[in-house]
């Protein structure tokens, strides 16, 4: 599709501002929930440099500690794709081409957005199988 194909979003300029208010609010949440993961992670990095002079390590011990690591590090990636489709989201908002299903070129059902508010997708684009995940 071309810009001058692109359909424009339906949504007024007031109807907008809500949904750019509420990924904003979303995108803060997740970036503290990423600080704290953060902080969280060098808390254990410090507690176990720690104890590393001081203790002999179980094998166990080991084997948590680098569960945690990857557990985090599979948190911190998926809270950085969160964030980056909340920002996608804002630049449509940006763009007015916010609330238009990617793959149909129709309006998203407003309570998709309400549930999902950086969905690029309709519900009818996955049931006709136009997109494998919303």
Do not use: W
Not at 14 to 40: F, M, P, W
Not at 94 to 119: D, W
């Amino acid at each position: 599709m071309t810009a001058e194909q692109t359909p424009q979003t339906p949504f007024n300029e007031k109807e907008l501002q809500y949904y750019k208010k509420l990924l904003l609010k979303n995108r803060t949440e997740v970036q503290e929930k990423l600080e704290n993961i953060r902080r969280t992670q060098e808390n254990l990095s410090d507690a176990n440099d720690a104890d590393y002079s001081s203790m002999a390590h179980h094998m166990g011990d080991v084997g948590s500690d680098e569960q945690e690591a990857e557990m985090n590090y599979l948190q911190i990636e998926r809270n950085r794709e969160y964030i980056q489709h909340i920002n996608e989201a804002l630049e449509r908002i940006e763009n007015k081409t916010y609330g238009i299903c990617q793959a149909t070129g129709k309006p998203i059902a407003i309570g998709r957005l309400e549930a999902v508010p950086h969905t690029r997708y309709s519900i009818e684009a996955k049931n006709q199988g136009l997109v494998k995940d919303l």
